[in-house]
């Protein structure tokens, strides 16, 4: 396929990494920063403005299959969409950072199509992305990853395991402690991720997800609760006053019990946050600032996140919290090489805006005849919605020849959410979530013959 990028600064070069080894990926670039990066990729290079016609009909935008505009700036984003429209029949991609352009382009539901009638077919609004992540996440005591399907009849939990948990040390197919309708569905252990087997053996430090029912998801919290000694509820310290922030403090302060504080140091930042949020303590300072965090008794908090916009201030501001025994620690981070130093420096939960939102358009474009529920892994797995169709001959789960590192985590059948066991037969209709390595989803559809 031939795919346009419009990037500025360092926002294409993942981009422009993944889809270059399948495909011919021009890319329309403005700015010295990032350019040094594209260069080395087997890559078109067009210097320009993505809102400038001449520089898209250049990259060949009018004979594209793909046009994804990721640049810096939302009025280049959505200008070079409705450019592209005019030169071709392209499917366009917007990256936006601003609600008001969102909620103008955003088509029918807002689920993150776009209106194609306006020249813009998927909407990408990471900010929001990643406040919806950390919200989920903080409302589940002790847990790193968290996510419902099924209309929320099927619950996943991810969790860091500690020294003393039950769980280590002893083939899965011994492990009794979990409540019926519960599957451990991943593993992620140090740079590996994988579907583990009867056979695997759980260790200390690992990053275990379970999937199943969401009645006995519930059970699965209570439980790890306990182990974990974390609590539902408390304070919420939020350093950084972006708009990540923002969406955040807002959506906590539909809770009447939550208790936020936001710390931001920019002084008219916080003038406008105050203006805004009307149940949120906004302080005027630096996150990072110890005798601040000590005089707001931000270590009886139950949470901090820290989403400011440079990866070193939320490392460190990271790290005090743990210093102040704070249970719960989230931090944005923007590189995948930063994630791994995070975790190897004790943060349990490093979140990356970009990344989550890289990896939608991704499977987009390599995938577009299956659903993608949820990545996994930072993008190694991936949770996807195979339907049987009406030719599906029933099959025991048993008998399905699957790939390696691919699970058939549960079944909707009739809207009625089923968590199966190898004799579970297969139906025509049947709504299957796999959940298997990105790699694996064309030989996932290929065991279903699909």
Known sequence: MRIVLVSSGQTAGPFAAELSREHDVAVVHTG???RTELERLDVSLIEGQGNDPDALAKAGAGQADHMIACSASDEMNI?????????????????LAKEEYVRTFAGGDGDGDGAPSLGIDMLV????????????????PGATDVGQFAGGQIGLLEYRLRAGLPLMDRPLMDIRDLPPGVLIAAVTRADEWFVPRGQSVLKEHDRVLFI??????????????????????????????????????????????????????????????AQKLQRTLVLHGDGSDLDLLEEEQVRNAAALVAVTDGDEKNLLCSLLARQLGIPKVITRVSSAANRRLFERVGIDVPLSARGAAMEAVLHRIRHAQVDLLATLGEGRGEVVDIVLPASFPPTALKELRLPPDSLVAALVRKKKAIVPGGATLLEPGDHCLVICKAERVDEVREAFAL
Request: proline share 2%.
């Open 212 to 273: 199943g029912r969401s009645d006995a998801m519930h059970e699965l919290a209570a439980y790890f609760s306990e182990h974990l000694g974390e609590e539902a509820g408390g304070e919420i310290v939020i350093v950084g006053g972006g708009t990540v922030a923002f969406l955040l403090a807002k959506s906590f302060e539909r809770n009447p019990r939550a208790h936020i504080k936001l710390i931001e140091v920019n002084a008219e930042r916080c003038m406008h946050l």
């Open 32 to 34: 010295d920063a990032g």
């Open 125 to 140: 609004w990471p900010a929001q992305m990643l406040a919806d992540k950390i919200g989920k996440i903080l409302a589940v």
């Open 79 to 95: 200008m070079a969409c409705l450019t592209t429209r005019q030169l071709g029949k392209a499917h366009t991609t917007c990256f």
